[in-house]
């Protein structure tokens, strides 16, 4: 599990709480499913709020390091039923390691204007 400084705690606390959970654990508990979206949240948003249903407050501090353990991430806080991870996205690829784009090809440019009014104008 990885530790972080009170300064970076605090920071991710302010920044997760305008944020609304994206996964619930409830009776089934910590399931390779649930696992499975905690990563997929966590990679697509690095910040995210667990709710957790039912279970006392020793079994979710159980729970938050489980889940801390299994997907590589940090806990920023437990508070009631609430669960914050915290798991820092690999930097994205540089553009030498990035496969060349194509060349876009540009569109001629578009007449201005309504063309029925233009041609209104004109006599045949």
């Keep these: 599990m990885n530790e972080l400084t009170s300064a970076q705690r605090r920071e991710l606390r302010a920044r997760a709480h305008g944020l609304h959970p994206v996964v619930s654990i409830s009776q089934h508990g910590l399931t390779p499913a649930v696992l499975a979206e905690i990563d997929r949240s966590l990679t697509a948003h690095e910040l995210i709020k667990i709710r ?17 353990e299994a997907s590589g991430a940090a806990a920023v806080q437990h ?10 996205n ?25 063309p029925r009014r233009r041609l209104a104008g004109k006599k045949p």
């Design 90 to 114: 690999p930097p994205p690829e540089t553009p030498e390691q990035a496969p060349p784009s194509p060349a876009k090809r540009s569109k001629p440019p578009r007449a201005s204007g309504n």
């Design 52 to 68: 957790v249903y039912g279970e006392e407050r020793d079994v979710r501090e159980t729970l938050l390091a489980a889940v801390c």
């Design 79 to 88: 508070i009631g039923s609430i669960l914050v991870v915290y798991r820092e």
